[in-house]
């Protein structure tokens, strides 16, 4: 054998050396990926282990991780790492915007090697936050053909365009988590199923009365004030008798939905049941308690009920207050009071808001 034709050979072993030591660590990473994966329930915790373990694959100067929000048809930035990320969590992109939107578009991967080229870029998020982006390597994360987000990845480090080799390992990361996620996404709406009302999607009493605890305790140990409301449909029974329930029931979610828009995020609305709805307002008094029901009152006065149905109904509802420590000693008391002072509006005119006189 010729000198040449050995070195040839010995070349191509030490390929062959480098490509297996290569596929040997790819796997161990993978399977430690695997390990982490499995250990947790929590969707935003596996979105996490994504991330960190996208950041170990492919060096970049951000990565980000964009989640669909089906109702509103946007996507949102769920997770975000590198620079002025503060200035983008508060940015929305429509279906279909951007080299994100079209990824979860399109449900397709993609390598963008210069964006100044590309019509698809969309440059607000640059704007805003001063960030220039070179280069994007971005590629969905889809769990039973379904397209939850997607996976960004901008600017190498080296300098250089991402590569197919690149993407390619993205897109395995993407496939070994999505069963986790399959797991985690069942876990949360079994999770969601047990403190939810079916029909409204508000907590229901359950998880309130458990909330009512936990602010009552927080009451307890650093003072301050929590209050109740309870509010009732007035002449309900009639929407169901003329109209039927399924109309009915549409009132109510509209009625939940007036509700949502309305209060902070930070307080607790369920549905008791029947028409029956109940508000939980952490570190709130009497007197703004009163104020925010009665906004809520001439909301529900003013808003055209079933108006898509065609049948554009006025109805009005009757509201009662009760506050921890001033007018209930316990959690019980509270919710007696504040569901008495309702009832006191309901046996009376209806329409009005009732505050609980004290019993201590």
Request: charge should be positive; aromatic fraction near 6%; charged fraction near 30%.
């Amino acid at each position: 054998m010729n000198e040449g034709r050995l070195t040839l050979l010995k070349n191509e072993n030490r390929g062959l050396k480098e490509s297996l030591r290569q596929k040997d660590k790819e796997l161990s990473f993978f399977i430690e990926v695997g390990k982490a994966l499995t250990s947790t329930l929590k969707f935003k915790e596996i979105l996490k282990i994504i991330m960190d373990n996208a950041q170990k694959l492919v060096k970049s100067e951000a990565w980000s991780i964009l989640l669909v929000d089906e109702k509103a048809n946007k996507l949102y930035f769920e997770l975000a790492k590198g620079e002025k990320v503060d200035k983008i969590k508060d940015i929305r992109l429509n279906m279909g915007e951007g080299i994100a939107g079209w990824v979860a578009t399109k449900g397709a991967p993609l390598i963008v090697p210069d964006v100044s080229k590309d019509k698809r870029f969309f440059s607000g998020v640059d704007k805003k936050t001063k960030f220039k982006t070179k280069s994007i390597l971005c590629v969905p994360i889809i769990s039973k053909n379904k397209t939850l987000g997607v996976l960004e990845l901008i600017n190498k480090k080296d300098g250089n365009s991402f590569e197919r080799k690149e993407l390619e390992l993205m897109l395995k990361l993407i496939d070994h988590a999505a069963i986790a996620i399959e797991r985690s996404m069942l876990y949360e709406r079994t999770a969601e199923l047990a403190v939810t009302d079916d029909l409204t999607k508000l907590f229901n009493f359950r998880f309130l009365d458990q909330r009512l605890d936990e602010e009552i305790k927080k009451c307890k140990k650093n003072g301050g004030s929590v209050s109740l409301i309870f509010l009732d449909m007035d002449h309900f029974k009639l929407i169901n008798d003329n109209y039927g329930h399924l109309m009915g029931s549409k009132v109510l979610i509209e009625v939940a939905q007036i509700l949502i828009n309305t209060l902070r995020d930070m307080d607790i609305i369920a549905r008791y049941g029947g028409d029956e709805f109940v508000v939980v307002l952490p570190d709130t008094g009497t007197e703004t308690t009163y104020r925010i029901t009665k906004r809520i009152q001439n909301l529900i006065r003013k808003h055209l009920f079933l108006n898509e149905e065609g049948l554009s109904s006025h109805i009005t509802a009757s509201f009662g207050i009760a506050t921890y420590p001033e007018h209930a000693a316990s959690k019980l008391e509270l919710i007696r009071l504040a569901d008495q002072a309702m009832y006191i509006v309901k046996n009376r005119a209806r329409d009005d808001i009732c505050i609980a006189k004290s019993e201590k």
